[in-house]
């Protein structure tokens, strides 16, 4: 973390403390903290912030398209570049012509990117999305109650968590499953170590890390509907891989979207 970085965190975790605006931080002087165990608070919250804790978990939220999600270590931090995935989808949502929509989230974590969807479009949508981890479905189930969204969460490893009879077809799937490999970093971003090992590799690791994508497509013509449209996030270096077997799998690749640093990050794919 670079040193004006570090500042900003410092004085944000001050305005945190003291229970200030968050602008208080730009012009805060230490001695304003309203007494000792503030002080002794910040203090500890700096020693995590030396060895590496990320400063979300710290402060135990973060700022994600507009709105403010609750995270914890059970959850994956919601990065910038994910925030793709909610503009592309608020743009299908507004497009349709239907009325009545369904959407699945592959892969909640937080339940920011479908909460994000939920509350930027005024159509009327049945939402559902699903995890395999009970701690990571009940963080974004609290999230969900406290923005005012109703979204229907479904515990299990991806399709399996669904029920056929009762669940899709989906005009909108969306998801930002693992996609870090074990033979390097294809996020394109510093990854903590304190984040939840299953959303970045897996429950099972590779060198490529597009397993999880893969079963994602492999399953996706079942559960689309014929102009439903499926949106991926994944690493810089897995787009054509990941295009090459959506197209051997009967997708179509509608669409290729790069991230604000020019890196491959979106998917959309159509049956």
Request: aromatic residues 8%; proline residues 4%; glycine residues 8%.
């Amino acid at each position: 973390m670079n040193d004006i970085k570090y500042d900003m965190h410092v004085r944000k975790l001050i305005s945190h403390i003291a229970k200030k605006p968050d602008y208080w931080h730009l012009a805060y002087q230490c001695e304003e903290l309203p007494d000792e165990s503030c002080y002794a608070l910040l203090s500890e919250s700096l020693k995590k912030l030396d060895v590496g804790v990320p400063f979300e978990y710290i402060i135990g939220w973060t700022e994600f398209y507009k709105f403010r999600f609750q995270v914890t270590e059970n959850v994956l931090i919601p990065r910038e570049e994910t925030e793709i995935l909610v503009e592309q989808s608020i743009i299908l949502l507004t497009n349709s012509i239907k009325n009545n929509l369904k959407i699945l989230e592959l892969g909640v974590g937080s339940g920011a990117i479908i909460s994000s969807i939920l509350l930027s479009t005024s159509k009327s949508i049945s939402a559902t999305a699903t995890d395999c981890s009970p701690e990571a479905l009940s963080e974004a189930r609290n999230n969900s109650i406290r923005l005012g969204v109703n979204i229907d969460f479904k515990l299990g490893d991806w399709w399996a968590a669904l029920d056929s009879d009762e669940e899709g077809p989906f005009d909108l799937i969306i998801t930002n499953p693992p996609y870090v490999g074990t033979k390097k970093n294809n996020r394109g971003n510093t990854l903590s170590g304190y984040e939840p090992s299953i959303s970045l590799y897996g429950k099972e690791p590779t060198p490529s890390g597009t397993k999880d994508a893969m079963k994602i497509i492999s399953g996706a013509s079942d559960w689309l509907e014929d102009d439903g449209r499926l949106l991926i996030e994944h690493g810089f270096d897995q787009r054509n891989m990941l295009s090459d077997f959506a197209v051997s799998k009967g997708l179509v690749v509608l669409e290729q979207i790069d991230d604000l640093s020019g890196l491959p990050r979106v998917l959309i794919l159509g049956k």
